[in-house]
């Protein structure tokens, strides 16, 4: 899944070096972390959310274990 975020997300941004994808598991849930340079968050995030809207739907569509729901947190 990180793999996936970072794939998503290179293309987008002018400094994809600096793309982390950290991941915290807890009991139901699994939380990804998206951190990006400063100057590239509003690309990520595009107008009124919608290429975070985007990615968000392509990672939540390829999860593959049914028990614990994924989240994306892009800081």
Do not use: F, Q
């Not at 994808?21 to 009991?27: F, H, M, N, Q, R």
């Not at 998206?34 to 990672?59: Q, S």
Request: charged letters at 30%; zero cysteines.
């Amino acid at each position: 899944m990180k793999a996936l975020i970072e794939s998503i997300v290179t293309p987008l941004v002018d400094s994809p070096e600096d793309i982390v994808v950290t991941k915290t598991e807890e009991d139901s849930k699994i939380v990804y972390h998206l951190t990006v340079h400063k100057d590239d968050v509003g690309k990520v995030i595009g107008k009124n959310g919608r290429i975070a809207k985007a990615i968000r739907t392509a990672v939540y569509a390829a999860k593959t274990d049914g028990k614990k729901r994924i989240y994306l947190d892009i800081m």
